[in-house]
T-cell receptor
Framework: ETGVTQTPRHLVMGMTNKKSLKCEQH?????MYWYKQSAKKPLELMFV???????ENNSVPSRFSPECPNSSHLFLHLHTLQPEDSALYLC????????????FGPGTRLLVL | SQQGEEDPQALSIQEGENATMNCSYK?????LQWYRQNSGRGLVHLIL?????REKHSGRLRVTLDTSKKSSSLLITASRAADTASYFC??????????FGGGTRLMVKP
């Protein structure tokens, strides 16, 4: 248990569906991250939020829409996804000033049919 | 941002043996971190080594960093079946962003 929770843990959706992934951190951190992990590819950073402000968007398609309402919660809204978007989506948090460790949630395994 | 390259991509050893994984990179870093991931789960931080450090220990883990060769190694001594997992190096650059390598899949056979 790292103090970062993600729901749902598994999600199957059609290409026309809209769904949201949720991440919550109980560590008092001020930065949160979304990563995508596909089979046989390195972990890809998608979005970064520092103090609730988005500071990174690594050329992620607009069908992925992040939302950070406060420093403890992070959402990833999904709509009109493609089968190649099937992956493990990992959320992480850290304390920016400490230049240190990121704490990861268990991930949401997403399958797009 | 740069990505670390891990070597080997896969490693299979017997319980009790040592496991060594390597990570190479191209440009300067603030620090280098090693993470572990059990199948389909989140990553867990193992150890961080700063650019001005050469070696660090944590339990059965030993990490070295050679900034002149731009490489790091992770040694797991007296391996156990429970050490079976994927191990990733992550590079932190001057912008405090982490970039992960492709990982080494370690299998420890009982």
């Amino acid at each position: 248990e790292t103090g970062v929770t993600q729901t749902p843990r598994h999600l199957v959706m059609g290409m026309t569906n809209k769904k949201s992934l949720k991440c919550e951190q109980h560590l008092g951190h001020n930065a949160m991250y979304w990563y995508k992990q596909s089979a046989k590819k390195p972990l890809e950073l998608m979005f970064v939020y520092n103090f609730k402000e988005q500071t990174e968007n690594n050329s992620v398609p607009s069908r992925f829409s992040p939302e950070c309402p406060n420093s403890s919660h992070l959402f990833l809204h999904l709509h009109t996804l493609q089968p190649e978007d099937s992956a493990l989506y990992l959320c992480a948090s850290s304390q920016v000033e400490e230049q240190e460790t990121q704490y990861f949630g268990p991930g949401t395994r997403l399958l797009v049919l | 941002s740069q990505q670390g390259e891990e070597d080997p991509q896969a490693l299979s050893i017997q319980e009790g043996e040592n496991a060594t994984m390597n990570c190479s990179y191209k440009t300067s870093i603030n620090n280098l971190q090693w993470y572990r991931q059990n199948s389909g789960r989140g990553l867990v931080h193992l150890i961080l080594i700063r650019s001005n450090e050469r070696e660090k220990h944590s339990g059965r883990l030993r990490v070295t960093l050679d900034t002149s060769k731009k490489s790091s190694s992770l040694l797991i001594t007296a391996s156990r079946a429970a050490d079976t997992a994927s191990y990733f190096c992550a590079l932190e650059d001057a912008g405090n962003m982490l970039t992960f390598g492709g990982g080494t899949r370690l299998m420890v056979k009982p």
